[in-house]
C-alpha cells in the first residue's frame, strides 16, 4: 500500500533556496542562525574525521549532509528538555550545548566525555541501536508523572526502525501518552544495507498510523522545515498531547564511519549530486542571496569564528592523553563492592590477578 | 539486620507484597511496573492488593514487551524515580536482556555518575515446581557475569522482605531472583514494617565443622536436608546460605571453609560457568592450603531444563548431595 499520499515530504524552501509557502520561521535572522550552527557542525565533522585521519582520535561515524536534520531539531528544544543521540548526532548536541572538548575525547577513547554540561540533559551516544528510544521513552513519561511540561526528543537513523525496541518505545508512548518526540534521520542507508532491505513500506513515518500518533515526513536537508515541524510536536509534547514520529529524510555523503567505504555499496556520484542539487547549507545561502540577505564578509567571519572555537576545544582535548585510570573502576557502582575494590588495588600495585 | 519485636508467619510471596508494601508506603517515588501486577496482582500475586492500595499511577499494567519494560523503566529510574520490575519468569527475561546488559548496568560508568539506575528487577526462577517449558531457567550466572548489576536470591521469606526492600534502596541496578519452590513452600517469621538485611552478606543456616555447604534459592532447603542426612552418619555440615550472588560473601565464604577444609557447592543452573566455578576462584584464593580434599559441585547439567517428568533427575537433591559430601570427607 503506497501511502506517500497521505505523509507528503514537507518542504518550506527548496534545493534551489525558494521559499514554497509562507511560514512564520522563515525569516532572515533564523536563516542566519541556522547557517552559522550548520557551517560549524560541517566544519566540526571535518575537522574530526582529520583528526581520525592524523591518528589524533580513535573512529569516527560521520554526518556530512545531514546538518539541517540535526541543527533544525535540535534548536528545537529547551533547556530542561532530554535529547538522546546516536553515535552520528554531534551536530544535536553539540547545538543543544554539549561540550565540543567532550564530544572529542569520546571519540579520543576516553569514558568522560559522555558528561554533559551540568544542567544539560544530554544521554551519551547511543551504540547500539534503537535501545535509547526506550530510555527517551522512560525520561519523558518520568516528566509527565512530575507534572512538568518537559519533552524528550530521540534521535535514530533508518536501519533502527527493523528493531523490536522501536517498536516497543512508539506503543510505550502511545499507550501511556508520553511526551516524547521520536525523530528519524531516513539517510537511506544502514551502514551499506539500502532502505528497501529494512522495509516495504514506502515511509518511515506512516508507522505512526500503527500507533495512533501523528506522523510526518519533512526534507531533512530543508532546516525551516525541520525547525518548524520539530517545534510543533514539541510544543504538542509539553501540551500533553503525546508523542510524534518524524521521518527527516536525508543522505549522508561519506562512510558510516571511517572505517569503510561507501563505493563499495554504492555510486558515490549520487552523493556529488545530492550535494549540488539539496545540500542543507547551500540551500540556506541560496535563500539569503536570493533575499539579498548574503555577506560574503559574514560568512568569513562565521568560518574563522567557528575554526577558532574548533582549535581551542583540540587544544584542550589534546591535553588528555588517555583517561585516568581510576574511571575505569569508580563509577560502575554508586557504594564500594568489594571484587571491583580489590580488583582496582591489584591494577595499581601490579599484583597478580586473583 | 535489626531486630524487630512483631514478626508474622508468611509464605515468602507474601513477604514480597510486605516489602513493596513498605517502600511504596515510604518512598514517593517508587514504582511497580510489569505484566500483569495491576489488577491481577501478578501472576504469583506478589503485588497482589497494590493496585487497590496505590492506583494506576503507580502500580502500572505495561504491554508486553520485556525489552520496552526494562528499557522504559531505565529512562524512569534515569529521571528520579525508583521502578521495581516483574519479569513473570526468568526464561522470559531475554528480550530485555540487553537493555540490562549495555545500559542498565553502564550508565553510572558512561555517564562517570551523573545518571545512575536505581531498578530493580525481580525475577520468578528456577525449577521443581512442574511448571510448562522455559518457565525453569536458573541463569543467573549471566546476570552475575555483568559489571555493575547486583544479583541477590533470598531462600526464606524472613530474608525476602529484607533483602528486597534493601534492593531498591539500593543506588544502582538490582537483579532480585525470586525462587518460585520456595514460594509456597511453608511460611516463616517476617518481622512487621520496615527492616533490611544488607546485600552482599550470606547467612549461615547450620553450623558444623566437617564440610562446608554452599547454596542458594531453592537449593538451601536441599543442602539442610543433606545436612540432616549426613548429621546421622556423623558429618556435621556447615550449611552456608549464599543470599546474593554478586558480589559473594568472601569473609563467610573463607571463615566456614578454613573451617572445614572441604566444600560441596550446590546449584540447580548447569555446572559449566556456573556461579559455582566463581566460588572455587574465591576459595582458591584465601583458603587454598586450609582444604583437605577437591571441592565438589552437586549442579544441574549442561543441558536446557527438562519438562517436568525429567525434572526431579535434573535437579539437585538431598541422595546426591550427601554423596558429595561422602566423597569428600573420605577423600
Same mark, same amino acid.
Given at each position: 500500500?503506497?501511502?506517500?499520499?497521505?505523509?507528503?515530504?514537507?518542504?518550506?524552501?527548496?534545493?534551489?533556496?525558494?521559499?514554497?509557502?509562507?511560514?512564520?520561521?522563515?525569516?532572515?535572522?533564523?536563516?542566519?542562525?541556522?547557517?552559522?550552527?550548520?557551517?560549524?557542525?560541517?566544519?566540526?565533522?571535518?575537522?574530526?574525521?582529520?583528526?581520525?585521519?592524523?591518528?589524533?582520535?580513535?573512529?569516527?561515524?560521520?554526518?556530512?549532509?545531514?546538518?539541517?536534520?540535526?541543527?533544525?531539531?535540535?534548536?528545537?528544544?529547551?533547556?530542561?528538555?532530554?535529547?538522546?543521540?546516536?553515535?552520528?548526532?554531534?551536530?544535536?548536541?553539540?547545538?543543544?550545548?554539549?561540550?565540543?572538548?567532550?564530544?572529542?575525547?569520546?571519540?579520543?577513547?576516553?569514558?568522560?566525555?559522555?558528561?554533559?554540561?551540568?544542567?544539560?540533559?544530554?544521554?551519551?551516544?547511543?551504540?547500539?541501536?534503537?535501545?535509547?528510544?526506550?530510555?527517551?521513552?522512560?525520561?519523558?513519561?518520568?516528566?509527565?508523572?512530575?507534572?512538568?511540561?518537559?519533552?524528550?526528543?530521540?534521535?535514530?537513523?533508518?536501519?533502527?526502525?527493523?528493531?523490536?525496541?522501536?517498536?516497543?518505545?512508539?506503543?510505550?508512548?502511545?499507550?501511556?501518552?508520553?511526551?516524547?518526540?521520536?525523530?528519524?534521520?531516513?539517510?537511506?542507508?544502514?551502514?551499506?544495507?539500502?532502505?528497501?532491505?529494512?522495509?516495504?513500506?514506502?515511509?518511515?513515518?506512516?508507522?505512526?498510523?500503527?500507533?495512533?500518533?501523528?506522523?510526518?515526513?519533512?526534507?531533512?536537508?530543508?532546516?525551516?522545515?525541520?525547525?518548524?515541524?520539530?517545534?510543533?510536536?514539541?510544543?504538542?509534547?509539553?501540551?500533553?498531547?503525546?508523542?510524534?514520529?518524524?521521518?527527516?529524510?536525508?543522505?549522508?555523503?561519506?562512510?558510516?564511519?571511517?572505517?569503510?567505504?561507501?563505493?563499495?555499496?554504492?555510486?558515490?556520484?549520487?552523493?556529488?549530486?545530492?550535494?549540488?542539487?539539496?545540500?542543507?547549507?547551500?540551500?540556506?545561502?541560496?535563500?539569503?542571496?536570493?533575499?539579498?540577505?548574503?555577506?560574503?564578509?559574514?560568512?568569513?567571519?562565521?568560518?574563522?569564528?567557528?575554526?577558532?572555537?574548533?582549535?581551542?576545544?583540540?587544544?584542550?582535548?589534546?591535553?588528555?592523553?588517555?583517561?585516568?585510570?581510576?574511571?575505569?573502576?569508580?563509577?560502575?557502582?554508586?557504594?564500594?563492592?568489594?571484587?571491583?575494590?580489590?580488583?582496582?588495588?591489584?591494577?595499581?600495585?601490579?599484583?597478580?590477578?586473583? | 539486620?535489626?531486630?524487630?519485636?512483631?514478626?508474622?508467619?508468611?509464605?515468602?510471596?507474601?513477604?514480597?507484597? !510486605?516489602?513493596?508494601?513498605?517502600?511504596?508506603?515510604?518512598?514517593?517515588?517508587?514504582?511497580?511496573?510489569?505484566?500483569?501486577?495491576?489488577?491481577?496482582?501478578?501472576?504469583?500475586?506478589?503485588?497482589?492488593?497494590?493496585?487497590?492500595?496505590?492506583?494506576?499511577?503507580?502500580?502500572?499494567?505495561?504491554?508486553?514487551?520485556?525489552?520496552?519494560?526494562?528499557?522504559?523503566?531505565?529512562?524512569?529510574?534515569?529521571?528520579?524515580?525508583?521502578?521495581?520490575? !516483574?519479569?513473570?519468569?526468568?526464561?522470559?527475561?531475554?528480550?530485555?536482556?540487553?537493555?540490562?546488559?549495555?545500559?542498565?548496568?553502564?550508565?553510572?560508568?558512561?555517564?562517570?555518575?551523573?545518571?545512575?539506575?536505581?531498578?530493580?528487577?525481580?525475577?520468578?526462577?528456577?525449577?521443581?515446581?512442574?511448571?510448562?517449558?522455559?518457565?525453569?531457567?536458573?541463569? !543467573?550466572?549471566?546476570?552475575?557475569?555483568?559489571?555493575?548489576?547486583?544479583?541477590?536470591?533470598?531462600?526464606?521469606?524472613?530474608?525476602?522482605?529484607?533483602?528486597?526492600?534493601?534492593?531498591?534502596?539500593?543506588?544502582?541496578?538490582?537483579?532480585?531472583?525470586?525462587?518460585?519452590?520456595?514460594?509456597?513452600?511453608?511460611?516463616?517469621?517476617?518481622?512487621?514494617?520496615?527492616?533490611?538485611?544488607?546485600?552482599?552478606?550470606?547467612?549461615?543456616?547450620?553450623?558444623?565443622?566437617?564440610?562446608?555447604?554452599?547454596?542458594?534459592?531453592?537449593?538451601?532447603?536441599?543442602?539442610?536436608?543433606?545436612?540432616?542426612?549426613?548429621?546421622?552418619?556423623?558429618?556435621?555440615?556447615?550449611?552456608?546460605?549464599?543470599?546474593?550472588?554478586?558480589?559473594?560473601?568472601?569473609?563467610?565464604?573463607?571463615?566456614?571453609?578454613?573451617?572445614?577444609?572441604?566444600?560441596?557447592?550446590?546449584? !540447580?543452573?548447569?555446572?559449566?560457568?556456573?556461579?559455582?566455578?566463581?566460588?572455587?576462584?574465591?576459595?582458591?584464593?584465601?583458603?587454598?592450603?586450609?582444604?583437605?580434599?577437591?571441592?565438589?559441585?552437586?549442579?544441574?547439567?549442561?543441558?536446557?531444563?527438562?519438562?517436568?517428568?525429567?525434572?526431579?533427575?535434573?535437579?539437585?537433591?538431598?541422595?546426591?548431595?550427601?554423596?558429595?559430601?561422602?566423597?569428600?570427607?573420605?577423600?
Amino acid at each position: 500500500m503506497d501511502l506517500t499520499e497521505q505523509f507528503p515530504l514537507i518542504q518550506l524552501v527548496n534545493g534551489e533556496g525558494k521559499q514554497l509557502e509562507e511560514n512564520p520561521f522563515i525569516t532572515i535572522a533564523n536563516a542566519k542562525r541556522f547557517y552559522e550552527q550548520m557551517l560549524f557542525s560541517r566544519m566540526f565533522d571535518r575537522k574530526a574525521v582529520n583528526l581520525q585521519r592524523q591518528g589524533r582520535i580513535g573512529t569516527y561515524a560521520p554526518f556530512e549532509g545531514q546538518e539541517g536534520a540535526q541543527i533544525g531539531s535540535a534548536l528545537a528544544l529547551e533547556d530542561g528538555d532530554w535529547m538522546f543521540p546516536t553515535y552520528r548526532d554531534h551536530a544535536a548536541t553539540a547545538a543543544f550545548g554539549h561540550s565540543l572538548v567532550n564530544i572529542f575525547l569520546y571519540w579520543k577513547g576516553c569514558i568522560e566525555g559522555c558528561v554533559p554540561p551540568e544542567g544539560k540533559h544530554i544521554f551519551p551516544p547511543s551504540v547500539p541501536i534503537a535501545s535509547q528510544i526506550l530510555h527517551a521513552t522512560g525520561t519523558a513519561w518520568a516528566e509527565k508523572k512530575k507534572g512538568s511540561d518537559r519533552v524528550s526528543l530521540v534521535y535514530f537513523g533508518d536501519g533502527a526502525t527493523s528493531e523490536g525496541d522501536f517498536h516497543e518505545g512508539l506503543n510505550f508512548a502511545s499507550v501511556f501518552q508520553i511526551p516524547v518526540v521520536f525523530f528519524n534521520q531516513n539517510n537511506g542507508y544502514a551502514i551499506s544495507v539500502p532502505i528497501e532491505r529494512q522495509m516495504h513500506s514506502k515511509t518511515i513515518a506512516q508507522k505512526s498510523l500503527a500507533y495512533d500518533m501523528p506522523g510526518v515526513r519533512v526534507d531533512g536537508n530543508d532546516v525551516f522545515a525541520v525547525y518548524s515541524e520539530t517545534l510543533k510536536a514539541v510544543q504538542r509534547a509539553r501540551k500533553g498531547e503525546g508523542p510524534t514520529l518524524i521521518e527527516a529524510v536525508t543522505w549522508r555523503y561519506g562512510a558510516h564511519t571511517t572505517t569503510d567505504e561507501p563505493s563499495k555499496y554504492r555510486d558515490q556520484k549520487e552523493s556529488e549530486q545530492r550535494r549540488q542539487s539539496e545540500d542543507p547549507i547551500n540551500r540556506v545561502e541560496k535563500y539569503l542571496r536570493a533575499e539579498n540577505s548574503w555577506d560574503d564578509h559574514w560568512e568569513e567571519e562565521l568560518k574563522k569564528k567557528a575554526e577558532d572555537r574548533l582549535q581551542k576545544a583540540v587544544t584542550e582535548m589534546e591535553k588528555t592523553k588517555k583517561s585516568d585510570e581510576e574511571l575505569m573502576f569508580d563509577h560502575v557502582f554508586g557504594t564500594d563492592v568489594w571484587p571491583v575494590q580489590e580488583q582496582k588495588k591489584r591494577f595499581f600495585h601490579k599484583e597478580s590477578e586473583r | 539486620m535489626s531486630i524487630a519485636v512483631n514478626m508474622k508467619k508468611l509464605t515468602m510471596v507474601q513477604a514480597i507484597t !510486605e516489602a513493596l508494601k513498605v517502600v511504596l508506603e515510604e518512598d514517593e517515588s517508587v514504582l511497580v511496573l510489569g505484566e500483569d501486577v495491576g489488577r491481577n496482582g501478578g501472576v504469583f500475586r506478589a503485588t497482589d492488593g497494590l493496585f487497590e492500595a496505590f492506583g494506576d499511577q503507580r502500580v502500572i499494567d505495561t504491554p508486553l514487551a520485556e525489552s520496552g519494560l526494562i528499557g522504559t523503566s531505565i529512562g524512569l529510574a534515569m529521571n528520579g524515580f525508583k521502578p521495581i520490575v !516483574e519479569i513473570q519468569f526468568l526464561g522470559f527475561i531475554y528480550p530485555g536482556f540487553n537493555q540490562i546488559v549495555t545500559h542498565a548496568t553502564r550508565i553510572r560508568t558512561r555517564t562517570q555518575s551523573r545518571y545512575s539506575v536505581p531498578m530493580t528487577i525481580r525475577v520468578p526462577y528456577g525449577a521443581g515446581v512442574r511448571a510448562p517449558e522455559i518457565h525453569s531457567d536458573s541463569t !543467573e550466572a549471566l546476570f552475575a557475569h555483568i559489571p555493575g548489576l547486583k544479583v541477590v536470591v533470598p531462600s526464606t521469606p524472613h530474608d525476602a522482605k529484607g533483602l528486597l526492600i534493601s534492593s531498591i534502596r539500593d543506588p544502582d541496578p538490582v537483579l532480585f531472583l525470586e525462587p518460585m519452590k520456595m514460594y509456597r513452600t511453608g511460611k516463616g517469621d517476617v518481622p512487621n514494617g520496615n527492616y533490611t538485611i544488607p546485600l552482599g552478606k550470606g547467612y549461615r543456616r547450620r553450623s558444623g565443622d566437617d564440610i562446608s555447604l554452599f547454596a542458594w534459592g531453592a537449593m538451601v532447603k536441599v543442602a539442610e536436608e543433606a545436612a540432616e542426612k549426613a548429621a546421622a552418619k556423623g558429618m556435621e555440615c556447615d550449611v552456608i546460605d549464599l543470599r546474593s550472588l554478586y558480589p559473594l560473601d568472601k569473609e563467610l565464604i573463607a571463615e566456614s571453609v578454613q573451617k572445614t577444609g572441604r566444600a560441596v557447592i550446590i546449584h !540447580e543452573a548447569p555446572s559449566s560457568g556456573g556461579v559455582g566455578s566463581e566460588l572455587i576462584s574465591i576459595i582458591n584464593a584465601t583458603s587454598f592450603l586450609y582444604m583437605k580434599s577437591p571441592i565438589k559441585k552437586v549442579t544441574g547439567y549442561d543441558a536446557p531444563v527438562p519438562l517436568f517428568t525429567l525434572e526431579d533427575d535434573y535437579l539437585p537433591d538431598a541422595n546426591k548431595v550427601l554423596r558429595a559430601i561422602e566423597e569428600a570427607v573420605r577423600f
